[in-house]
């Protein structure tokens, strides 16, 4: 389906809403550190270039090919793979969450192992970046 900008942005506020609205409050279902897991693969790729594209001289507003689904294409996999893979980590990590939640495991550790989870990310998309920079 394409959203174009609009939809995804509409699509991307009720999802964050839904979150939000979740955890927060005294009738709360969850800790907000849960909510992170359920939107990691969105959350780490605009938070990273939100920081990334400054260091580069750019606005981290503008449009760009640096987005996660664009580099996993640039590397080789076609449209579908891209497509299942990054569905299948999404399902992987709100499962994680998910598990995380019902387990009634530690907020502290939940949140550690997301921000180690960020690092890899962070550490991969900086090796596609410099491959991508001695292509070019």
């Given at each position: 389906v394409y959203?174009?900008d609009?939809?995804s942005?509409m699509?991307?506020?009720?999802?964050?809403?839904?979150?939000?609205?979740?955890?927060?409050?005294?009738?709360?279902?969850f800790?907000p550190?849960f909510?992170l897991?359920?939107l990691?693969i969105?959350?780490?790729d605009?938070?990273?270039?939100?920081?990334?594209?400054?260091?580069?001289?750019?606005?981290p507003?503008?449009?760009?090919?640096?987005?996660?689904?664009?580099?996993?294409?640039?590397?080789?996999?076609?449209?579908k793979?891209?497509?299942?893979?990054?569905?299948?980590?999404g399902?992987?990590?709100?499962?994680i969450?998910?598990?995380?939640y019902?387990?009634?495991?530690?907020?502290?550790?939940?949140?550690?192992?997301?921000?180690?989870?960020f690092?890899?990310?962070v550490?991969v998309?900086?090796?596609?970046?410099?491959?991508?920079?001695?292509?070019?």
């Amino acid at each position: 389906v394409y959203l174009g900008d609009a939809g995804s942005t509409m699509l991307g506020f009720i999802l964050a809403y839904i979150l939000i609205s979740s955890s927060q409050g005294e009738t709360a279902t969850f800790a907000p550190v849960f909510a992170l897991w359920f939107l990691a693969i969105p959350l780490m790729d605009a938070v990273y270039l939100v920081f990334a594209r400054p260091l580069r001289n750019i606005s981290p507003f503008t449009p760009g090919v640096d987005h996660l689904h664009h580099n996993l294409m640039q590397r080789g996999l076609d449209v579908k793979t891209t497509v299942l893979l990054l569905y299948a980590a999404g399902l992987t990590f709100g499962t994680i969450g998910l598990i995380g939640y019902v387990m009634g495991t530690e907020e502290g550790f939940m949140f550690l192992s997301f921000l180690t989870l960020f690092g890899f990310y962070v550490h991969v998309s900086r090796v596609i970046a410099r491959d991508r920079k001695q292509l070019s």
